[in-house]
């Protein structure tokens, strides 16, 4: 079981930066990670992921260029660096482990086990 406790969100303004954590119970380096947020009235979608083992990553069309997914396997914690952010990037992020998540599945809310509580971003001048 792999407990995630997210870190880092907060009231940003347009074009401002912010850099979310994801801090881990267990060990990472074998699980694939991701972030999803969740805006008021809509479902959660896919922000970034990062395969198992390895530094393949991949990104939603919508944050590509501006969000940066990494991992520190060695601190069991994930980070988004999101720069550029606009008004409707505002929402709840969640992090979440796969142990069995596959490099095609990353985008994919249900190919991952553990979640995290979330934390809020609100972007806004």
């Known amino acids: 079981q792999v407990q995630l406790v997210e870190s880092g969100g907060g009231l940003v303004q347009p074009g401002g930066s912010l850099r979310l954590s994801c801090a881990a119970s267990g060990r990472l380096a074998s699980s694939a990670v991701g972030w999803f947020r969740q805006a008021p009235g809509k479902d959660r979608e896919f922000v970034a992921g990062a395969g198992r083992y390895s530094s393949n990553t991949v990104a939603a069309d919508s944050v590509k260029g501006r969000f940066t997914i990494s991992r520190d396997n060695t601190k069991n914690t994930v980070y988004l660096q999101m720069n550029g952010l606009k008004p409707e990037d505002t929402a709840v992020y969640y992090c979440?482990?796969?142990?069995?998540?596959?490099?095609?599945?990353?985008?994919?809310?249900?190919?991952?086990?553990?979640w995290g509580q979330g934390t809020q971003v609100t972007v806004s001048s």
């Open positions: 979440a482990a796969g142990p069995r998540t596959i490099l095609s599945s990353l985008s994919t809310a249900s190919a991952y086990d553990y």
